[in-house]
């Protein structure tokens, strides 16, 4: 069965530091993969997505993501943080063969520290 | 457009009541989902639809039932309420081919007393 997986409920970083999200992958077959985003009180934004082509895929408020086959990962990445990017980050998977359904990772929470 | 809709924004119910969830959507998408969140647990899926007239069942049915009459619209009932249904309910949708982007509602805050 197919699972994403989320390493680290949550994750503080200093404002201007990296923010490094890690997700991984299980799958038999070529996945879609989605970060998505949750501020507080609101519903999921999606961040950016990678579906076919150039492995490292770039989104909304800075942040971007790799693609990596062999490592099966998709971690999210912003070079210098910001007090806004505070909110709960999720990774998700679908599949180019049936399953219409998104699979979500746990979510890992986001804190950025002044 | 507005996009994914969700009526109402909260609701307090007593155990034992019934309600229903209303998600609309204008983005003429065939699927549409319904998931709750709940701390620490991410997204669960409780039911969803891939076109007009059809539903199935997701990770989390128990306790709910959905209706799709209309494509435009996702009904997400609850007959008999418990406060393990205290939760926040999503509605979403996404097109019928990949890669099933999925497009979120802003919520339903339900708590059940």
């Known amino acids: 069965a197919q699972s994403v997986t989320q390493l680290g409920s949550h994750v503080s970083v200093s404002e201007g530091a990296l923010v490094l999200l890690r997700c991984n992958y299980s799958?038999?077959?070529?996945?879609?993969l989605f970060w998505y985003v949750q501020y507080p009180n609101q519903g999921l934004q999606l961040l950016l997505k990678?579906?076919?082509?150039?492995?490292l895929v770039k989104g909304i408020n800075g942040f971007e993501a790799e693609f990596k086959k062999s490592e099966t990962s998709f971690h999210l990445t912003k070079p210098s943080a910001h007090m806004s990017d505070a909110a709960e980050y999720f990774c998700?998977?679908?599949?180019?063969?049936?399953?219409?359904?998104?699979?979500f990772g746990q979510g890992t929470r986001l804190t950025i520290n002044p | 457009n507005a996009g994914v809709t969700q009526t109402p924004k909260f609701r307090v119910l007593k155990t034992g009541q019934s309600m229903t969830l209303l998600c609309a959507q204008d983005?003429?998408?065939?699927?549409m989902y319904w998931y709750r969140q709940d701390p620490g647990m991410g997204l669960r899926l409780i039911h969803y639809?891939?076109?007009?007239?059809?539903?199935a069942k997701g990770e989390v049915p128990d306790g709910y039932n959905v209706s799709r009459l209309k494509k435009q619209n996702f009904l997400l009932g609850l007959e008999s309420a418990a406060p393990s249904q205290t939760s926040v309910y999503f509605c979403?949708?996404?097109?019928?081919?990949?890669?099933?982007?999925?497009?979120f509602g802003p919520g339903t805050r339900l708590t059940v007393t």
């Open positions: 799958s038999s077959v070529p996945p879609y």
């Open positions: 998700a998977v679908s599949f180019i063969q049936g399953a219409q359904k998104l699979v």
């Open positions: 979403a949708s996404s097109y019928d081919r990949g890669p099933y982007e999925q497009y």
């Open positions: 983005m003429n998408h065939e699927y």
């Open positions: 639809s891939v076109g007009e007239g059809t539903t």
């Open positions: 990678y579906t076919t082509g150039a492995t």
